[in-house]
């Protein structure tokens, strides 16, 4: 096995992998280098997604995007800035499998059960609950599902 041949384990220790909807398919750090514009060695622990790139060179060059181009993207400018701590309400994950999941603030939603992705159980439709909703800043690793606990914030992330 070529991860303990050679000790790489890309997704830390977050669950999941690439395409799976766990947090282990989706953290990529951002990296900016913008000498006299952002702090060197700053690390902001916000999500941001690549959409963001958009609104936020349409912010730089000061022009607004076309009809609907960039409708989904957020200006990442006041976080480069050091104005803000996040600028994102809230990111849609997508496994390659079709499971979705929202993110907000330290909450992650995922409509379905399984991973949807590369990691067994891929699926799980006799589940007692029709979802997952973890609290990331208390289970990283997305071990203890609060579905069937917090359904009012099942709800209202339901409607984002």
Do not use: C
């Not at 050091?82 to 849609?92: D, L, V």
């Not at 399984?114 to 799980?124: A, C, H, V």
């Not at 909703?133 to 984002?160: G, K």
């Amino acid at each position: 096995d070529e991860v303990r041949r050679f000790a790489h384990q890309s997704n830390s220790d977050w669950r999941g992998t690439k395409a799976d909807i766990f947090e282990g398919g989706h953290r990529v750090p951002f990296l900016v280098r913008w000498p006299g514009k952002t702090e060197s060695g700053k690390v902001v622990p916000t999500t941001v997604e690549l959409t963001d790139v958009f609104a936020t060179v349409s912010d730089i060059v000061g022009e607004a995007g076309q009809g609907t181009s960039g409708m989904d993207s957020f200006s990442m400018l006041p976080l480069l800035k050091g104005e803000a701590e996040s600028t994102r309400p809230f990111s849609i994950h997508h496994s390659s499998r079709g499971m979705f999941a929202i993110r907000s603030g330290d909450w992650k939603l995922i409509d379905g059960n399984g991973s949807g992705g590369f990691t067994n159980p891929k699926f799980i439709e006799d589940a007692d609950v029709k979802g997952q909703l973890y609290n990331l800043s208390i289970d990283p690793q997305e071990t203890t599902n609060l579905f069937a606990e917090e359904t009012s914030r099942v709800d209202a992330m339901s409607r984002f």
